[in-house]
């Protein structure tokens, strides 16, 4: 069965060790993760959310999923590919450097990148957007002289009224 | 940040806050839990708990001789009671040593709590003396598992533990308690005082799911229950709502390693034991059945034979209180999570409400089908006059128990698959192996547990010469609390379930698999305290099984068996449910791919 990518995400108590556990659930059960967000959502209930890329035939994603439900301190697990309207973002900080920064300029102003430092002989530019449009910039910059890139991994969020 | 710095709504005592030492509330969360014996080894991380432990009485203290055995023996007792078991270890390698039976427990569902001390908060991170990351060590081997850091989360976490061990599908969990906690005093809540906030498994089944079930059983024409150790850990009801459901249908019934014992091998529905090492009807039952009814089991490899190949034909329904269980291995029909016992009862409760019938014209034909399938007799085997049987010394030691309160634990091997098919087994609890792990060593230390729960039992190891040297040890521990447990050693000289394997899959190169340098095991047990008794002749048998039965110590039994019988019938790895052997064994029979299996 062919792979799908699925983007899942976890709300789960922020306790000491979450991350751990989530990872390896991963690593133990041999389920890719292409990548992972986490952060705190709510201080006053203490809970975080965990963000998922991954990928595996249709059977796997379900297991995943499963799985994840099965942690303790999971309250709640979705699975973004399926929900209807759910965003999905990702940011990357990019770095060019070369003589000529100009043709990097003009490129990375046509996908909406803003310019976070310029040295001259390198700049940095932050792009926040889609994971797909992130990886088509990094493939146009990748001739403009890019030299280092950061990304943060996808977030993703409903635009559901609940 | 921990959970609680800022947990919301932080559970508030209702009676008033009572003021006690981390080491006093684990003994007093003990025993408001109404735990009666925990099974233990001391070390330095845990001297406090010991202390509170020796000035209170309520609690009976069981030393084992190695933490391992401690696991173990607490997962005997947790089977044979339907209570969790409770361990009390030491950091470092008191807790490493606990490992392996915390995955033991995992595998095989038991509720298991384990408290392991561990260095001062202050020292964690600093690689101080017998400090062992046991979070990290266990967290793939726990159900959940908990570091205390504040003594006021104490009381909470460890009736936490307790819910989480017990609740859903039941584990064994982790208390790691820094040695400076338990000197510390803070509140102690009460058991009533705490509710996990997020834990809440699906116990209730959904009544679409029973009502669809119930009208594919009143369909099938060649249908079969499918039971596992679910249907133990569900609880006695359970087992008596899968009779009902059983007589009510007609249907047969066959269950796996961990189920034996849920439903009476006495009824004639009983195809015995399905799987690697299971009965010809049992397995072709699965085969060629139209309607499958798995009751909390989970489709393991030793079960389900060749996965592409697996009963091709047949609708499928699962339960199981684990959703991840559901479409785990094998795609089903219908999907039903919840306890077993009230899941089963519900399925009663409708058959008799809608009146429904079995389709008898179709059950006639498959009851035939399988009769055809017993006759081949398939757990028959050439008896000897001179040397003892390994399946003659089982029958005989089966049948000289008869009529009494009576446990069994194993081992690994051989023995055990021997022990599985031709005890026959008539209530739940009565049964204690190690099915999803396969621990050599599990037996004697869990008959130790056993023994501990059921005073006046008779408890039985059946084990083999190479497992019970892993946890001989813990012969000590029977003798020091009077706990006349009979280890049954089927003494074939070989891990002979490895030597089997090397004659069906490398040539009889019998590389490492023959028990040199035995112990003299008479002389052991005699030097440990117990009564030891050796058997060469089948003529002897019946009279030194019974001198062991009778004798109020432990006993260690060499019983001295046919070296090379194999363990048949066997489903060879890589085939399928209907391509099993019967006797003997040849290379040709298993695949290349097979080969790869374990
Ligand atoms: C701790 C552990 N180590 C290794 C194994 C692999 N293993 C499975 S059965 C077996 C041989 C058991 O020999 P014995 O206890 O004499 O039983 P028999 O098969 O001869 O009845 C071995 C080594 C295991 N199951 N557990
Ligand atoms: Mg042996």
Known sequence: ?162 | MSKSDTLAAAPKPKQEAVSLSGAEMVVRALKDQGVTHIFGYPGGAVLPIYDALFADNGITHVLVRHEQGATHAAEGYARSTGKPGVVLVTSGPGATNAVTGLTDALMDSIPLIVLTGQVATHLIGTDAFQEADTIGITRACTKHNWLVKDVNDLSRILHEAFQIATGGRPGPVVVDIPKDVQFKTGTYLTPDDVHHRSYRPKTEPDASAIARAVEMMAAAKRPIFYTGGGLINSGPKASQALRELASLTGFPVTSTLMGLGAFPASSPQWLGMLGMHGTYEANNAMHDCDLMVCLGARFDDRVTGRIDLFSPGSKKIHLDIDPSQINKIVRVDLGIVADAGKAITEMVKLWKAKEKKADAAGLKDWWAQIERWRAKRSLAYEDSEVLIKPQYAIDRLYALTRGRDLYITTEVGQHQMWAAQRFKFEEPNRWMTSGGLGTMGYGLPAAVGVQMAHPGALVIDIAGEASVQMTMQEMSTAVQYNLPIKIFILNNEYMGMVRQWQQLLHGGRYSHSYSEALPDFVKMAEAFGCLGLRATKPFELDAKIQEMIDSPKPVLFDCRVDATENCFPMIPSGAAHNAMILSKLSEASVSDEGKMLV
């Open chain 1, 1 to 162: 069965m062919a792979n799908e990518r699925h983007t899942l995400t976890a709300l789960v108590d922020n306790e000491a060790g979450i991350l751990a556990r989530v990872v390896g659930l991963f690593s133990a059960r041999g389920y890719n993760i292409e990548s992972l967000t986490v952060a705190e959502v709510d201080p006053a209930q203490s809970t975080s959310r965990i963000t998922v890329v991954t990928s595996g035939p249709p059977q796997v994603i379900e297991q995943i999923e499963a799985q994840l439900r099965r942690l303790v301190p999971v309250h709640a697990v979705t699975n973004w590919t399926f929900a209807t309207g759910g965003i999905e973002r990702e940011m990357a900080l990019v770095k060019t450097s070369g003589a000529d920064q100009a043709a990097a300029k003009t490129a990375a102003a046509k996908f909406g990148a803003r310019i976070l430092d310029d040295r001259g002989q390198t700049t940095v530019f932050e792009l926040t957007d889609s994971p797909a449009r992130i990886s088509s910039f990094l493939e146009t910059m990748r001739s403009l002289g890019l030299s280092d890139v950061s990304r943060t991994g996808v977030a993703a969020i409903s635009r559901d009224t609940a």
